[in-house]
Every structure is written in structure tokens, then in C-alpha cells.
């Protein structure tokens, strides 16, 4: 698995967009490790669409994501259903609806190999998340197992902390001090 310091790998991938297309053309974009250049980036994978816990983190995500916006960061979730399945889940699960982030679709799990995500038995996402600052640098890794669900006010934190440049000490939270060298 990759883990701080390492690079972002290079991706090209579907992603179905924010927001409800409003006809077919709008239903798919193309996105990649360049699409966002110069932003912090949140990459979070899940398991499965048409699950149970997933939907809870990717909603929770969702209504996290305007505070994501006001640090110049942007999410994209990932998993290794098609493009089709994302939209059709999209469509189907009320909270998933006018989510404001892509769903990118890995379909060939090339993304989620070089990442080293895949699950050993299940060959499905771990439900990993990456922090990746603006020079596409690996800043922070969690991984949870698959059935647990992770939290994504602690994604914030980190990335408060990160964005900090500073040393932070345990549940620093944004305004708090951070710590000084004597």
C-alpha cells in the first residue's frame, strides 16, 4: 500500500459528477490526477455500491464538503463499481441523491491496485482514504476494515493539522495553538 511521501498515481477515470445530470449527456465526465491541479485532494474508497455502511460515510462526506471546499480541497470518492452502478445508486439511495462530490469508477482496479486498496479475498476498495497535497504528495493514510466505517470529521482535522505546516500535538483541532520548538 502506498503511504506518506509517496505520489499520487496517475489516473483516468469516469466518474459520475456532483449533483443530478439533467440529461444524459452531463451523466459522466472524465477526471484525472491533473483535473484538479493545485488542490488538496481527499481520496476515499469504499467496498461496494448498493451497501450498508458505505452510503452512511459517503453522505457524511457530502455534507462535510462545503468545509473541504473553504480549504481548497477536493474530495473524490472511489470504488471499483462501473460508472453506471455509481449513477444508478445515486439515483436509488435519497442521501447519495445531490452528493456534491465525484464518484470516480474504477472498473479496472487499476487505481486501487496501484494504490495497494484492493481487499485480498473480496478483490473489492478497502475502505481507505488518502490525503494528497497540491504536489500530488501522500500526506496521510487511513485504512479501516470493511466493516467499520470511518469518520470523516477526523479527515478535516488532518487535513486542518496538515495545512498547518506546524507541528500539532494530540486532538489539535483548527485555532487551537500548535506546538513550539524551545
Same mark, same amino acid.
Given at each position: ?6 505520489? %499520487? ?33 481527499? %481520496? ?81 476498495? %478497502? ?56
Amino acid at each position: 500500500m502506498l503511504t506518506v511521501g509517496d505520489k %499520487l498515481p496517475s489516473f483516468n477515470l469516469k466518474a459520475v459528477p456532483p449533483g443530478q445530470p439533467k440529461n444524459p449527456s452531463e451523466a459522466f465526465v472524465d477526471l484525472t490526477d491533473k483535473s484538479y491541479k493545485g488542490k488538496w485532494l481527499v %481520496l476515499f474508497a469504499w467496498p461496494k455500491d448498493f451497501t450498508f455502511v458505505c452510503p452512511t460515510e459517503i453522505a457524511a462526506f457530502g455534507k462535510l464538503n462545503g468545509e473541504f471546499a473553504d480549504r481548497d480541497t477536493q474530495v473524490l470518492g472511489l470504488s471499483t463499481d462501473s460508472e453506471f452502478v455509481h449513477l444508478a445508486w445515486k439515483r436509488d439511495h435519497e442521501d447519495l441523491r445531490d452528493l456534491p462530490f465525484p464518484m470516480l469508477a474504477d472498473v479496472k482496479r487499476e487505481l486501487s491496485a496501484s494504490l495497494g486498496i484492493l481487499h485480498k479475498d473480496e478483490g473489492v476498495d %478497502l475502505r481507505a482514504t488518502f490525503v494528497v497535497d497540491p504536489e500530488g504528495v501522500i500526506r496521510h493514510v487511513s485504512v479501516n476494515d470493511l466493516s467499520v466505517g470511518r469518520n470523516p470529521q477526523e479527515t478535516l482535522r488532518i487535513l486542518d493539522a496538515l495545512q498547518t505546516d506546524e507541528l500539532c500535538p494530540c486532538n489539535w483541532k483548527q485555532g487551537e495553538e500548535v506546538l513550539k520548538v524551545a
